[in-house]
């Protein structure tokens, strides 16, 4: 129910937003210390939240400590909420902590098989594998949009887009010319 709202997946798309408020980084090892470097742009009061124990390097956990950021080790067992507005994280331990916003990042998977079942190829972060001109590893295959980048904006997949129909138009043309 919060998911947009006070639970929140980019800076760039919510950071102001929720600038200058206490504000949670659900996430761990170098995907946490990314956020943190981004959201230290938009707030003084960032947290980091590990569910679990944590897998920062010593070197990101001394950065983070530089910049009075918090590490909390401790399990989610819930997000308190009214109407998609975050009131707090509660623990598994019983104990809570009050914030306004989460970042979190969440796995991202494709929704369609169709790709992998043509055989494309797909990166280490479940993305299509294209090249500049979005051409993926299949030939006569193009791809675009969220499916081929984890700059997640409508600005980046319409430009993609326009630049996987223009490919495809001139392969299209250069063959019926051709043929």
């Not at 326009?162 to 010319?177: D, I, P, R, S």
């Amino acid at each position: 129910e919060c998911w947009g709202i006070t639970v929140i997946h980019c800076p760039y798309c919510h950071g102001y937003e929720v600038r200058h408020r206490k504000t949670g980084i659900l996430a761990n090892g170098g995907d946490a210390f990314h956020y943190a470097q981004l959201i230290r742009n938009w707030t003084e009061d960032p947290t980091v939240f590990t569910n679990g124990s944590s897998t920062l390097t010593a070197e990101q956990e001394a950065v983070l400590r530089r910049h009075q950021i918090p590490v909390v080790e401790k399990e989610i067992q819930q997000i308190d909420h009214q109407d998609g507005v975050l009131r707090e994280l509660v623990f598994k331990d019983g104990t809570a902590m009050e914030l306004d916003a989460v970042y979190s990042r969440t796995p991202f998977e494709q929704h369609c098989k169709v790709p992998e079942m043509l055989g494309c190829e797909l990166s280490e972060h479940g993305l299509i594998t294209v090249d500049g001109f979005q051409k993926t590893t299949v030939p006569g295959i193009l791809a675009c949009g969220d499916s081929t980048t984890m700059m997640r904006s409508v600005a980046s997949a319409i430009a993609s887009g326009n630049l996987a129909g223009a490919v495809l138009n001139n392969m299209m043309t250069e063959e019926a010319f051709l043929n």
